[in-house]
């Protein structure tokens, strides 16, 4: 009897025939991987079909369809890339290019990573797996983030989430990187977290983020180039690192009950002073614990 040729299949050995995950997809310790992640997180969308079927996409503006074409590269399933031009609320012509992929075992992978069916925008989170940082965040910045100059002409770098851990570890990894201090705290119209930096803080942040050739929108990364060429004035002040509140500071300050005389013991203004004893009376600051 002539012998089985090893290479082929097991009869029955469905194992055999079954693909297994591509290696190294959405592997989060590369940066590309990393910056796609961040980018879809915040920016794409997972949703279910009937049975096991679904769809992981993301729609930005045709200028930056270029970043589809990557994301394309780097994924080793089928995906497709379609365009279309519609009227929106901000413009009577919209062009947008849309990315799609469809494969149940590349939603998965994505799904456990982090990436939620459906309404998303409060809930997701860094990645609980090891990651290349920087790059996620510009994949979350590029995604939902602003970078350039004011009207002013002063250099900024903002981003705008729902999340709030997400917003938390961006102020976490950014006084690493730049020392600025920044507390998450969501606004009153919309409910979200907005943290802007400027000045030499966007500066050095986003020349940590937009290193050479790193994958990003080519727009924000010439505006990350753009902006390292301002030079402070030189009679424009620095502005002195703030000073966050301690429960020790609020009873110094409800001993005293007395701004002027606070600001002399805890080496305040008397503004601030008086400011934060209205919070503390009003109940829009906690009492501190006796």
Not at 206 to 223: E, Q, S, T, W
């Amino acid at each position: 009897m002539a012998e089985q040729d090893p290479s082929v299949p097991a009869l029955f050995d469905m194992s055999a025939l079954t693909p297994t995950t591509p290696p190294h997809f959405m592997d989060l310790k590369d940066p590309s991987y990393a910056y796609m992640f961040g980018f879809l997180q915040a920016d794409g969308h997972l949703s279910r079909g009937t049975g096991q079927k679904g769809r992981l996409t993301a729609e930005i503006n045709a200028r930056d369809i270029h970043i589809l074409h990557e994301f394309q590269r780097l994924t080793p399933y089928y995906s497709s890339i379609t365009e279309r031009v519609r009227t929106t609320n901000f413009a009577a012509q919209h062009h947008s290019a849309t990315w799609s992929l469809c494969a149940l075992e590349a939603r998965t992978i994505v799904n456990e990573l982090g990436i939620p069916y459906g309404k998303k925008s409060r809930i997701i989170r860094p990645p609980r797996v090891k990651f290349s940082r920087p790059d996620y965040l510009r994949g979350v910045i590029d995604a939902d983030g602003s970078l350039g100059w004011t009207a002013e002409g002063i250099p900024f770098l903002s981003f705008t989430s729902a999340s709030t851990a997400v917003a938390a570890y961006l102020c976490h990894y950014t006084k690493k990187i730049t020392g600025a201090e920044r507390i998450a705290r969501r606004n009153t119209r919309d409910q979200v977290y907005v943290i802007t930096y400027y000045k030499e803080q966007a500066q050095q942040l986003a020349a940590h983020l937009y290193y050479r050739d790193c994958l990003a929108l080519d727009h924000k990364k010439a505006n990350a180039t753009s902006i390292q060429s301002w030079v402070r004035p030189a009679d424009m002040k620095f502005a002195p690192p703030r000073r966050r509140w301690t429960e020790t500071d609020d009873r110094e300050l409800l001993r005293h009950n007395d701004p002027a005389a606070a600001a002399i013991a805890l080496d305040r203004t008397e503004q601030s002073c008086s400011m934060r004893l209205w919070r503390l009376r009003t109940g829009q600051t906690p009492a501190p614990a006796q």
